[in-house]
């Protein structure tokens, strides 16, 4: 990078030159604002006694709520200024999800639903889900808040036998890496793993061994047997394990992992699915793609609080995954019977769990509608390879809504000569509303246009052909 | 437990008899609503263009701020009936902490601060932390929010060189075990340990043994270094780890860990302190103490959203435990630098982190007045053991907020004939707004008063005295 600029500066607060009459921004800071209010009353419910508030609270509340007033009326009429502009002294509001279009690579299916942010401010304090655990004193046997339930849900909506709730993608792959590999063993990944699964194998003493990829960034399920008997060769072993993303993070292509699955089987190894890209967005059937394990990532793609994600397993693994303990106190002859030793006992014990929970119907739902993701996503590229010098470098046309796209021919073409380099992109971007890609980088980069609506779908393309246009970049009409 | 009620029996969602005329319960409900109804409101803006709402937009927004109006004029005069119930359909709106007084053994100082809550609202998203990451992309580097500086701060208040947060105190205990213990190798743990001290070990392939209490309940440095030598007598070899719980989970005694440590550093072994229980609420000297490691839980003890916690570490430990990625792909040649194996990576990248961060200073300052707070907790146990047949199990004077109390002498004399049984006195803490105790238990049992005011304190402590009053078990005055 050429220019290091302030993140301030590439990132204001508010949108300049946009919103009818700048109203838009205020609106959204006094919807904060009101919020944040909210959680003030909230407070002095919290400090009261269960008999009602004293005179001095009740002056409090009064304060509060005429506050609040004045807040709506800020809302309702997009007038006032900002008044609160930090969260304990130093945190900024995180706006852009309100604010812009949000093409991060990795934020766009771990956006909250609705539904999320009301059960997070109602389930956010620590140990939240515990209000009424019983014996046998697990969290997936909690059936109030109907935890219990969730888990049997979430084990049928991937098809497979078994599912937990883990703290992150990474910690399933490290609950079977941990379970199934023995130091030195080798695990099968492909060329385009992601790191987490490098770390997960590593933490579990293992080495990871990659397939390549074909002429088209594919990995095969030729390939993949290709590459065990590679292993058993020069190891005289076969793998463990054969852990396979069915869309990578790089150009999100689809793998073959049906025929990987089946392969892996026909060497007797065991198939992690890693559908850190997949589950919560699109349909995933466990069984019909063959997979012994599913792994999903809450806050990457089910619209959950991070860390969050889901391991699913057979009923032949589960007993040696989900395993209970087996350690004995040597002298109190303690024993904790139920808990799961790869899972630490219980693992999401508050909001992390309760906004997969309040999204799940959402992200059921969603799942059905991943074609139109895939059209909108096609829109988007279709628009951008029109502007010349532009290319797809996933695979097209596109099978999912991250996409790794190149920009040397087109917006780099502009930043060689431009004062701001490669940030003036950034900032025409930013001009628009629209946020998230990698400040400064204009050659080979990533977005994601999940959750866009057509409307939104629709500018973010023309946005960038007005840049294009706005450069004198060729446009192909 | 004889009788079986449902959890709806047992914790009516209002107070019947309690507030000024019973306006205390829908003033909290349309609170709720009231920031529901601005989830709702956000929900608009995230799915309009950033140039601003169209008609449709416009009139929706409308509709909710009226309906938001209608709510908080019911707030100010506490007027209204209920019209949100359950969250995406299935879950209930969790009031208890602004209903009642809690004293639930485990969640009390997991409760998120008011910051802490506007910091969920803002970040509760899925990667919210990660709009800036930059090279080396890590989340402990992140300047903006600033992560990288809340670590610096972290390590600085429990006085270590190192420290990074964890999904959990657990995570934390994983972290060093499966760095430290081998298949076989032996773990010195307290006769009152945690079970996720157990799992840990377990999990890395370790054996736990417990060193005995002597007769208050205390482990203390004496008896660790008989276990040791015990171990190294039996074994052969010494133990590779000495993991301790400053206050246990189940008396709250406090523990020679200062004493612990040097012992353990005589054999050359290092020291593991537990400080879920202090970590947060009190001052703690990590490098005063002597530890090697020191494990804290977010949820537990930092007003944190679930699963959080820290680990923090010396130098000497920092390159073992945190050493970074040494796998490289054998076919792309791939390293991933800077990303530590036992972390997975990045750890708390949302929620989670930013609700540590907005309640720290709160964290900070109270725990500078924990001195009060053992008053408080004192205060209170003199007030129940001034009931004929009640007593303190956990050592007394308290010098904890969390204790052990055996009512078998006292209520459980009243369940014995009541037609509830225990129940009955689940019942009478909940007509007062008392909640948190184990339904049914009268006979041991835990509970935590941390965070109470002293008014709320003086009205639990009267609450006992009053249930017992009305049974006519003798009260000294």
Same mark, same amino acid.
């Given at each position: 990078?050429?220019?290091?600029?302030?993140?301030?500066?590439?990132?204001?607060?508010?949108?300049?030159?946009?919103?009818?009459?700048?109203?838009?921004?205020?609106?959204? +800071?006094?919807?904060?604002?009101?919020?944040?209010?909210?959680?003030?009353?909230?407070?002095?419910?919290? !400090?009261?006694?269960?008999?009602?508030?004293?005179?001095?609270?009740?002056?409090?509340?009064?304060?509060?709520?005429?506050?609040?007033?004045?807040?709506?009326?800020?809302?309702?009429?997009?007038?006032?200024?900002?008044?609160?502009?930090?969260?304990?002294? %130093?945190? &900024?509001?995180?706006?852009?999800?309100?604010?812009?279009?949000?093409?991060?690579?990795?934020?766009?299916?771990?956006?909250?639903?609705?539904?999320?942010?009301?059960?997070?401010?109602?389930?956010?304090?620590?140990?939240? %889900?515990?209000?009424?655990?019983?014996?046998?004193?697990?969290?997936?046997?909690?059936?109030?808040? !109907?935890?219990?339930?969730?888990?049997?849900?979430?084990?049928?909506?991937?098809?497979?036998?078994?599912?937990?709730?883990?703290?992150?993608?990474?910690?399933?792959?490290?609950?079977?890496?941990?379970?199934? $590999?023995?130091?030195?063993?080798?695990?099968?990944?492909?060329?385009?793993?992601?790191?987490?699964?490098?770390?997960? $194998?590593?933490?579990? !003493?293992?080495?990871?061994?990659?397939?390549?990829?074909? !002429?088209?960034?594919?990995?095969?399920?030729?390939?993949?047997?290709?590459?065990?008997?590679?292993?058993?060769?020069?190891?005289?072993?076969?793998?463990?394990?054969?852990?396979?993303?069915?869309?990578?993070? +790089?150009?999100?292509?689809?793998?073959?992992?049906?025929?990987?699955?089946?392969?892996?089987?026909?060497?007797?190894?065991?198939?992690?699915?890693?559908?850190?890209?997949?589950?919560?967005?699109?349909?995933?059937?466990?069984?019909?793609?063959?997979?012994?394990?599913?792994?999903?990532?809450?806050?990457?793609?089910?619209?959950?609080?991070?860390?969050?994600? $889901?391991?699913? /397993?057979?009923?032949?693994?589960?007993?040696?995954?989900?395993?209970?303990?087996? /350690?004995?106190?040597?002298?109190?002859?303690?024993?904790?019977?139920?808990?799961?030793?790869? /899972?630490?006992?219980? %693992?999401? /014990?508050?909001?992390?769990?309760?906004?997969?929970?309040?999204?799940?119907?959402?992200?059921?739902?969603?799942?059905?509608?991943?074609?139109?993701?895939?059209?909108?996503?096609?829109?988007?590229?279709?628009?951008?390879?029109?502007?010349?010098?532009?290319?797809?470098?996933?695979?097209?046309?596109?099978?999912?809504?991250?996409?790794?796209? &190149?920009?040397?021919?087109?917006?780099?073409?502009?930043?060689?000569?431009?004062?701001?380099?490669?940030?003036?992109?950034?900032?025409?971007?930013?001009?628009?509303?629209?946020?998230?890609?990698?400040?400064?980088?204009?050659? %080979?980069?990533?977005?994601?246009?999940?959750?866009?609506?057509?409307?939104?779908?629709?500018?973010?393309?023309?946005?960038?052909?007005?840049?294009?246009?706005?450069?004198?970049?060729?446009?192909?009409?």
């Amino acid at each position: 990078m050429a220019t290091q600029l302030t993140a301030d500066q590439l990132y204001p607060g508010s949108i300049p030159g946009l919103g009818s009459e700048g109203t838009m921004s205020i609106r959204i +800071q006094k919807t904060f604002e009101a919020l944040f209010t909210l959680e003030e009353i909230r407070g002095i419910f919290r !400090g009261s006694l269960p008999t009602g508030l004293d005179p001095g609270e009740e002056a409090l509340l009064g304060q509060r709520v005429a506050e609040l007033k004045a807040i709506v009326t800020d809302i309702e009429a997009g007038t006032g200024t900002p008044r609160v502009t930090k969260i304990a002294g %130093t945190l &900024d509001v995180r706006s852009r999800e309100e604010q812009s279009i949000n093409i991060h690579p990795i934020q766009a299916a771990g956006r909250l639903t609705t539904e999320a942010r009301k059960a997070l401010i109602s389930y956010g304090d620590g140990y939240s %889900t515990c209000d009424f655990c019983r014996k046998p004193f697990r969290l997936d046997k909690i059936t109030k808040p !109907g935890i219990a339930d969730f888990h049997g849900e979430l084990t049928k909506f991937l098809n497979m036998d078994q599912a937990r709730v883990v703290p992150g993608a990474r910690r399933g792959f490290q609950a079977v890496a941990s379970s199934l $590999v023995e130091k030195g063993d080798t695990v099968i990944v492909s060329a385009l793993a992601h790191y987490t699964e490098f770390l997960a $194998v590593e933490e579990a !003493g293992g080495i990871v061994k990659e397939v390549p990829l074909d !002429g088209k960034n594919i990995v095969t399920a030729e390939a993949t047997a290709q590459k065990i008997e590679d292993v058993q060769r020069e190891t005289g072993k076969l793998p463990v394990l054969v852990m396979i993303d069915h869309f990578d993070y +790089q150009f999100a292509n689809e793998h073959e992992i049906a025929g990987i699955a089946k392969v892996a089987h026909q060497y007797g190894i065991p198939f992690l699915y890693n559908g850190a890209y997949t589950v919560g967005i699109m349909p995933v059937d466990g069984k019909k793609i063959g997979a012994d394990f599913v792994v999903g990532s809450g806050h990457k793609s089910m619209a959950a609080v991070a860390p969050s994600g $889901v391991l699913a /397993m057979t009923e032949e693994f589960a007993p040696k995954v989900l395993r209970t303990t087996a /350690m004995v106190g040597d002298l109190t002859k303690r024993k904790f019977g139920i808990k799961e030793v790869e /899972m630490l006992g219980c %693992t999401l /014990m508050g909001g992390t769990l309760l906004t997969m929970m309040a999204s799940f119907p959402a992200v059921k739902e969603r799942t059905l509608h991943w074609d139109d993701e895939v059209k909108k996503s096609n829109y988007f590229i279709d628009a951008l390879t029109r502007i010349s010098g532009s290319r797809v470098l996933s695979e097209y046309p596109r099978k999912h809504t991250l996409s790794k796209i &190149d920009t040397t021919g087109s917006f780099d073409t502009v930043a060689k000569t431009h004062k701001r380099r490669g940030f003036f992109f950034s900032d025409e971007l930013s001009s628009r509303g629209i946020v998230g890609e990698f400040a400064g980088a204009t050659r %080979t980069w990533k977005l994601n246009t999940y959750g866009l609506s057509w409307k939104q779908i629709q500018y973010l393309a023309d946005a960038f052909t007005g840049i294009a246009e706005k450069y004198q970049l060729p446009v192909q009409k």
